[in-house]
């Protein structure tokens, strides 16, 4: 089993920025890759970005540039920089952790999310 928890989120005006931080626990040895997913009301779930364990990213087009994924030596947790947010980041962003099973497939598991509020 692994725990993910995140920190960081908040309001921030147009332009500011945010680090959020997701901290994983348990059993870390069996994490595949951490990323960030954003969810607005009414909408599903989206990627933000991925950090494979081998050092690999992987964002998507609408944040390359302002979004920065990066973790630590320990590969138990992963951070999202955030620079020049706009009201349309403003999102509940969760954390997730794709694991891998004794036979080698990739399950996934998720924080219990954190609140980015972008508004002046």
């Known amino acids: 089993q692994v725990q993910l928890v995140e920190f960081g989120g908040g309001l921030v005006q147009p332009g500011g920025s945010l680090r959020l931080s997701c901290v994983a626990s348990g059993k870390t040895s069996v994490i595949n890759h951490l990323g960030w997913y954003l969810q607005r009301p009414g909408e599903q779930r989206q990627l933000v970005a991925i950090?494979?364990?081998?050092?690999?990213?992987q964002y998507v087009d609408r944040v390359k540039g302002r979004v920065t994924i990066s973790g630590n030596n320990a590969k138990d947790t992963v951070y999202l920089q955030m620079d020049n947010l706009q009201p349309g980041d403003t999102a509940v962003y969760y954390c997730?952790?794709?694991?891998?099973?004794?036979?080698?497939?990739?399950?996934?598991?998720w924080g219990q999310g954190t609140q980015v509020t972008v508004s002046s």
């Open positions: 997730h952790a794709g694991l891998r099973s004794d036979g080698g497939r990739i399950y996934g598991t």
């Open positions: 950090l494979a364990t081998n050092g690999n990213t």
